[in-house]
């Protein structure tokens, strides 16, 4: 049996925060990780949703906890951004309909939120030399759909900023990647899709955060149909 206080065991397990987590690709993430070794703090506005998705996880024999939207995780090894469509209740806009009133709100969801979260634990990251910041958006983030020109503009802004920060990072050992979701995230408990369009489950998905963390070989991957 090992010597070390249960403090040093705890300090030796990578951590997987996840900000905005849900019952989709959140726990998605949180199950692909958990499963390789990884501790998981979410990250939610509701503790009765952090509290469910903790049970979950430990149904599951995955380490979840909650904990609160401003507290600081310093041991934090990968950071999961908010992995979100847009705004709840949005109302999308073709590109020659965006206005601030119908922009602004998908920016502070989707960018600010990004920055602020990768804020709160990079300094940590930078003074270890290692660590992952992950970010996820619609595929109209590299591939633009007309329809939604509101959203596709403030989530190509996060894209731009997570692949800026991965050149900035280089060398470091901390490592910025971004996954573009260009298919509708279905089943479990999100559906809905419309006619035609193509779908994957967030446990299809999510692979491809491990295999970015994993390989650092580029800064962004797409998931297609």
Known sequence: MSGRSRHERDLSVPTLAIVGAGPGMGLAIARTFGRRGFDVALVARTK???DALADQLGREGVAGRGQGPRRRHRRT???????VPAVPGFTSAAPSEVAVDNLQPQIEYSFYGAVTAAQAVLPAMREAGTGTLLFTTGGGSVDPVPMLGNINAAQATLRNW????NEELDGSGVYAGHVAIGVWVGGGAVGGAPVGFP???PEQIAPLHWDLHENRDRPEAVFAA
């Not at 090894?77 to 992995?83: N, Q, R, S, T």
């Not at 997570?162 to 920060?165: A, S």
Request: avoid cysteine; glycine fraction near 12%.
């Open 199 to 201: 779908t994957a489950t």
């Open 162 to 165: 997570v692949i800026n920060l």
């Open 48 to 50: 009765e949703q952090l």
């Open 77 to 83: 090894g990968v950071l999961a951004g908010p992995a």
